[in-house]
Structures are given as structure tokens and as C-alpha cells.
């Protein structure tokens, strides 16, 4: 649980009521005011409702394209992301500044009236917890009362004025002093709203924004050993690899199970490898390739007495995979991708079939 820093003269309580999750129906106002940091991060105190749109939409790239977050059946946040990127031609990873710089001067009808239709009611909702006169008034009134309020006093997070607003002195102090705490917060919002609507999706703290790097240095090397050693063929061609032909593959996809175990990584060749991509393998065609290869590896290594080379991989959900017969192995292994694999399809990850 965040607790927010307390600051003399600024209604605290009810800045930190604004993103209260049994009353956010959608993504809006947690990626609103997340635009708003940004802003204030690099100083900015007046600034228009298309720029923290356009920063809506850099922050919520990521998790809606690489990792196929749901947003909810009503979120339009979703939609215009995607649009986007396929009018356009975008790529899914580019890089959050780049876009940034794309969306600035983008020239598009569509996405100008898709992006009006967004702010409609979040720039004024976001700050109705500060204003206790709009308890009781109906929902059609609320807009403009709102804008009344927000200017007459500073009591607000800011002043309304057209598609502009204006952070008012005392929260810019604030917000910019404690932006680390602040998109903190701001993140964990947004990880207790995404986890109700990816509930048995992994990881969903890291699906924010762009992943780390991934490790697959000790894949690798373990991998070339046994190529140097013994026939290992590609699961997916039956192709035979050598160390220079040979790629690390994700079996379910990385950008799903956001990990680097031993028992999700196989070696491919590279163009085996680039065409499958971020895509899910036929568990009919694969997936008993696939055990019997990981068996074969996991197995030689252990009676060669090189243990140590699976240490980070030995267990799944805490079993030990040693000393295992090819049944238990066998059974350990399909009770834990078969899952995997429908959830990642259930997400939206396509399906591969060589």
C-alpha cells in the first residue's frame, strides 16, 4: 500500500482519492494524470489536452501491443493504440520518445476525433474528489461546475481552461518534488487495475513499459555444449544445429511468461527462430518434441555430474526436476505449458504452424 507524502495546505487525502480503483471503470484517469507527470517532470506547469493524450498513449503502448494487455471491453485507450499502429505502420517497440515526436505532428483525422472523444469527462472527473459542492449534482451539470470550481480556487490539482489546463503552484511544487513516489504510485494503480482485467496473466509489473533485456547467456552455453556433443535437432524442422546455426527460442513466448527458464528455452536454427517469432507452436505437433529434448538435456547433464549449469533451472513451481522418470518429467511439463499456451492464446498471442 502507497502512503503518500503529507505537504501543509495541500488536501492530500483527496489527491489520493482520484485514482480510487472501486471508482475507475476504465484506464482513463490513472493514464491522464500519468501524462500529467510526465509533463511536470520536464517543468511544464500549462499544458493541452492533446499533449497528455499523446502521453497517454506512449505509456500504454507497450502493454497493449508487445505484451496484449486487456484494457476491458469498454476502454477506448486500447482501441486508438492500435489503431494507430496499424494506420500507421508503427512499430510495436518503438521507443516511448520517437513516439512521442510521431504523435506531436501527426497529421490524422481520425485519431484527433478519436482522441477528443477520450477526454470528454477524465480532465474533469479526475479532480471532483476536491470539490465536496458537486455531491448530489447530476452527471450532465458536473462538467462545467467543475470548470467553475477548479478556477476559482487552488485547491484543486488544477484550472480548467478549453482543451488546456494549468497546474496549480503548490501541487507543481509537490508533484515535481516527489514525481519518484509519485509514478509509483501512479504504477501500482495501474497494476491493481490491469491484474482484475488480466487476471491469470503473469507478471503484469513488468508489462508497464518497455522490458528489460533478456538473459540468455547460460541458455546458450548450455545448449552449444550439448550441440558439441550430440545430435540435437530442431524440434520444429528436425533440422540437425550447430553452434552457428543455432538460436535460443522461447517455446510459449517471452513477452507472456516475461521469464528465461531453461525448461521454456530450446535451441532453433535462426531462421526457424525468426519466422515463429512471437508466436505459439502447435502443442499437437511440439509440444512431446519439446519433453523429450528437455529430458535428454536435463538428463545427460545431471549423470555428467554438471549439475551446477541447471541450478537456475531445476524446479518448476517449486518441484524438483531431477531424478525424475520420463513420465513425471513428462507430466510436471504438460501440466505447466498446456496452461501457459491457452492462456497466451486466450490473451491474443497468434498461433505457429510450420
Known sequence: MYILPKKKGLDINNFSEILELKLTSSSYKIYWLYGILEEIKMGNKNLTFKDIVDNMICKAWYSILEFKLSFGPQDRLGEIVKFLYKKHNLSKTIKEKELKKILFSLDCPEYEKMRKNLFNLVPYRLISPFYDE?????????????????????????????????????WFNYLYKHQVIIEGWIKFKLVCYLQVKNPNVPSIIFKLEAAQKRKLNKATKFWEGLIQNYEIKDIYTGEILTVENMSIDHFIPWSFVLHDEL???IPTSK??????NNRLPNLDEHLENLINLLYFAFNITIKSGEIKKLEDFLNINGIQLIKMSKEEFKDLLEKTINPLHQLAYNQGFSMWNY
Do not use: P, V
Not at 470550481?149 to 497546474?167: A, Q, R, T, V
Not at 531462421?271 to 515463429?276: A, D, E, Q, R, Y
Open 134 to 170: 458537486l455531491i448530489g449534482i447530476k452527471d450532465n451539470l458536473k462538467n462545467k461546475m467543475i470548470i467553475d470550481l477548479s478556477n476559482k480556487s487552488d485547491k484543486g490539482l488544477y484550472k480548467l481552461k478549453g482543451e488546456e489546463l494549468e497546474i496549480n503552484k503548490a
Open 263 to 265: 525448461w521454456n528455452l
Open 271 to 276: 531462421s526457424t527462430n525468426s519466422i515463429k
